[in-house]
Nanobody, 123 residues
Framework: QLQACGGGLVQAGGSLRLPCVASGRTFSTYSVGWFRQAPGKEREFVAAISWTGSSTRTADSVKGRFTISRDNAKNTVFLQMNSLKPEDTAVYYC??????????????????WGTGTLVTVSS
């Protein structure tokens, strides 16, 4: 089970940190991705981290602004979002798949999804 939280209202240029907390004893074997869905748009990939934490990948639209990390001891993956823009407004979801190659990670490949958290960036 996954739960994303930490969303809220922030001004453009601001920062937010979204935790994704997992339950279970095998979290360290799951690659985790963050996805987002804006109103009227499809859910899109944002960032991913391998189960070991040694590899990460970010979408071009957030590269240099968003960072993904994980703390397996706390069963948590974090999405640090800096220099937020109004176009970052969306519901953010975390998802997981065991031993997934993050290069191949897409939303249709994910096995477990968390509840979403709304991020609103005002201009």
């Amino acid at each position: 089970q996954l739960q994303a939280c930490g969303g809220g209202l922030v001004q453009a240029g601001g920062s937010l940190r979204l935790p994704c907390v997992a339950s279970g004893r095998t979290f360290s074997t799951y690659s985790v991705g963050w996805f987002r869905q804006a109103p009227g748009k499809e859910r899109e990939f944002v960032a991913a981290i391998s189960w070991t934490g040694s590899s990460t990948r970010t979408a071009d639209s957030v590269k240099g602004r968003f960072t993904i990390s994980r703390d397996n001891a706390k069963n948590t993956v974090f999405l640090q979002m800096n220099s937020l823009k109004p176009e970052d407004t969306a519901v953010y979801y975390c998802a997981a798949r065991q031993y997934e190659n993050i290069v191949a990670m897409t939303r249709i490949r994910m096995h477990y999804w968390g509840t979403g958290t709304l991020v609103t960036v005002s201009s």
